[in-house]
């Protein structure tokens, strides 16, 4: 998270390659761990490189299948190690590739920085 610098007020925010070193050793840790995982990215501000203070980390995490909804799986997965706050988005491969050619998706595959495909 962004920290206090040791004698100033002034608040450091994580730079865009501590982020991304970040995101791809917590993508290391979930692959290891559940061999569902089929892709691990980031896109918008971090991944565009016009982040800045208070940006947070949209990551998207994409899995063979899922029991849960959408809006409640994100809470199956921990962020608390990355550096920035982190809104996570969890498709299903089926779910990802019925967004193909929309809006969300072309801009996410414009957009994104993969740190893991299989």
Do not use: Q
């Amino acid at each position: 998270m962004p920290v206090r610098s040791s004698s100033s007020p002034v608040l450091k925010w994580p730079n865009a390659a501590t982020v991304d070193r970040a995101v791809r050793r917590w993508a290391d840790r979930v692959v290891g761990a559940r061999s569902d995982v089929c892709a691990v990215g980031y896109f918008g501000s971090y991944a565009r490189g016009d982040w800045g203070v208070g940006s947070d980390l949209d990551l998207v995490l994409i899995v063979d299948r899922a029991a849960e909804p959408f809006e409640r799986r994100a809470a199956r997965w921990d962020t608390t190690e990355l550096p920035v706050p982190t809104e996570l988005l969890v498709y299903t491969k089926d779910e990802w590739e019925r967004l193909r050619g929309g809006r969300f998706h072309g801009t996410v595959m414009r957009d994104a920085v993969w740190v893991y495909s299989r």
